[in-house]
């Protein structure tokens, strides 16, 4: 009984960060669009203006019209480049060690250590500095972890059968993770993500109330009509 409620809270849990993440990419599409529409309009707004500037002078102040045209649009490209560099690389990551990993202040192991969080845990990261990663979001938010022992994962969405007997675990790897569940040939899945580790694809999938990860070599996913 207690085992099914850890499972329903984990599940829980996983679906909140789930609906969190792509709150959080409908919120920056939103912003992205409305960034460009403002570009858009300035745009405009400019090319009137300088249109309005050449038939109001005289042929004399043509030259200066026209360098003050070139700086708009060299303007314009810097602040289109400086939006795209600011934008954060968001991305999901799992812990891929079953010790653990620690998270610190900065991006280096001389930062004050804050917690420790358990290998398995998947977190949103961004910036990336001297092979550290900071998290995106959470209770961690702003702090760091070491780029060595996180995975990048990538969603995804689709179903897969089970092609041997295998098993369920609680992290990308038969070896460093607890088997949460057996699979027989022929069950299917679902899948939630995947992550390559030490060169092995693995997929968390979801089967009746559990979730937990297995080895790409498995699985026959099933194609997309």
Not at 61 to 90: F, L, M, N, V
């Amino acid at each position: 009984m207690y085992d099914e409620e850890e499972r329903r809270q984990e599940l829980l849990r996983r679906r909140a960060i789930r609906r969190r993440h792509k709150m959080r990419e409908k919120r920056r599409r939103v912003r992205r669009r409305r960034f460009m529409l403002s570009v858009l309009v300035a745009a405009i707004v400019l090319f009137c203006l300088i249109r309005l500037g050449m038939l109001a002078y005289s042929a004399i102040h043509s030259r200066i019209d026209k360098t003050e045209q070139q700086a708009g649009q060299t303007e314009q490209t810097q602040s289109e480049k400086q939006t795209e560099q600011t934008e954060s690389s968001y991305s999901m990551a799992i812990i891929t060690t079953a010790a653990g990993l620690n998270v610190r202040t900065g991006p280096g192991t001389t930062y004050p250590r804050v917690t420790t969080l358990s290998g398995g845990t998947i977190l949103s990261t961004d910036a990336e500095k001297d092979n550290w990663s900071q998290i995106a979001e959470g209770t961690y938010i702003n702090d760091w972890l070491c780029s060595d022992y996180i995975s990048r994962l990538r969603e995804e969405d689709g179903r897969a059968t089970v092609t041997k007997s295998t098993s369920l675990y609680a992290g990308p790897s038969a070896a460093n993770f607890r088997t949460i569940a057996p699979l027989e040939t022929d069950d299917v899945v679902r899948l939630l993500y995947s992550a390559k580790v030490d060169g092995e694809m693995w997929y968390e999938v979801q089967i009746q109330a559990y979730i937990g990860w297995m080895d790409a070599d498995s699985i026959r996913i099933h194609e997309k009509y």
